[in-house]
């Protein structure tokens, strides 16, 4: 069982001013969802292709896996690794596990042995819940692996596949779990709620310990700001282990307020568009690659009727500026930028913002309490509106990760603030304008580039439909810029030099013009579902290598 040095605390003192402000008001999401289904029995609380659940059904139906977890053995406290894809089924187990007191370890369903292994072993997962089979991958057979190399792992929980009925030796269908209620165990509310993953690990996984008052409190917070309330309805199209639509405001924002949670299979258009026609949707988010696509549909026409759509977050990596401006006529709504991570802080722009704000910046903090500050490379302040780091602490940002003193060391300074690893400029408004991560910068010659800056010129070219700008080595300038993209049209990919002739003619200066170019397919993807630029180098690297 996790103990208090699984926490790292925040001082007492903020502690009893959180407290105080109404920030932690010390319910726990297993309060959450009784009061809701209390306060509105019959409202629906969950839709996907298959089901449709009232608050009350829901309430019902995690209260009996409660009871099925317990009475197999998993205690308050243990960690549980939840890879499920977006089903009705995710949000009863999550809740299932906050009434018996265990941790969801939040997995993503891309996710294969390579991640899994080092995660369970890290967070000595004794159980793990997955589904049968999704997109054709079979999860059960990966499971029984992960059992053979993880020492805790115990119980294997599986979500059937009604197709394939027959389940691996040594499993359990979620279904045959449900038990008569029981009491359940007591739960604090500053008690270590679920497990997150960071976006970018590497070696040990950085788990991100989040308790129901934090975390509560940022869910508040954000579905105020996205003004939800229970005629919303949220479709979660991202996989729904994502700290975004989670919470920012997703599926946990939707259920305070008591609205319903609406779950896409996939994020294509063909797919969400259908669920937003069918479910009513009135709001969304998505990353910008996605938020890309659905824009192209929609401005191809679809034959699905978006119009209940009302606000559109986009979030997750820097929405270019001409993607920005295109969303709201070719999708029909306002959009809200949000910027954030799953160790906390996050920064929204408010729905009447002026344009400009909107826009071009990705907002700014949600609390008053959260205290932010850009530094250099050495943790000094940098003058007002000069780009640099961004560190933040505040009532729902970590002040450490789960059992891995290394990481802390690296990420969190000694007086508890967060090295976010973003590099932002903060204007006098207080908005945030992201410029990229410390990582993804070229250094060419001494001269820094922004791999984002170059991207958002180029995705204004009429033969580019996304652009990915990251470091090569270089013996003479120490790094060279290559530009991967995906073409508009892949019968009539751009060149090299159009590229450069056109980026010259945006009036950048000469070292940002991209060196090198590389079109193609598809982008890798990090564990986390994120574009990964250290594939696309590692790439890179090895053609040098055998050239």
Known sequence: MPSQSDLTPWPAAEVEAYRALGYWTGETFGDMLTARATATPDAIAVVDDRNRWTYAELDERARSLASGFLGLGIAPGDRVLVQLPNIAEFVEVIFGLFYAGALPVFCLPAHRQSELIPIAQASGAVAMVTCHHHQTFNHATLAAILRDHAADLRHLIIVPDHKRPALPGGTHALDDLRAAPRDLPAVAASDIAFLQLSGGSTGIPKLIPRTHDDYLYSVRRSAELCRLDSSSVYLAALPVAHNFPMSSPGILGALWAGGTVALAIDPSPTTAFS???????????????????????????????????????????????????????????????????????????????????????????????????????????????????????????????????????????????????????LRADGNLVVKGRLGDRVNRGGEKISAEEVEAHLLDHPLIRDAVVVSVPDERLGERSCVFVLAADPATPPALGQIRQFVRERGVATWKIPDLLEVVDSFPETGVGKISRRSLRAELSARAANS
């Open 275 to 425: 669920a937003i026609q069918r479910f009513s949707v009135t709001i969304t988010g998505l990353v910008p690659p996605l938020a890309r696509l659905w824009v192209e549909r929609a401005e191809a026409s679809t034959a699905y009727d978006i119009s209940s759509l009302r606000v559109l977050l986009v979030g997750g990596a820097r929405c270019p500026d001409e993607l920005a401006r295109r969303l709201g006529p070719a999708l029909g709504v306002t959009v809200q930028q949000v910027f954030g991570m799953a160790e906390g802080l996050v920064c929204y722009t408010r729905l009447d913002d002026p344009e400009e704000v909107i826009l071009g910046t990705q907002g700014r903090p949600m609390s008053e309490h959260d205290q932010v500050a850009v530094v250099d490379e050495h943790g000094d302040p940098v003058p007002p509106g000069t780009d640099g780091l961004l560190i933040t602490k505040g009532p729902y940002t970590i002040r450490g990760y789960y059992r891995n003193p290394e990481a802390n060391a690296s990420s969190f300074t000694e007086d508890g603030w967060y090295r976010t690893g973003d590099v932002v400029n």
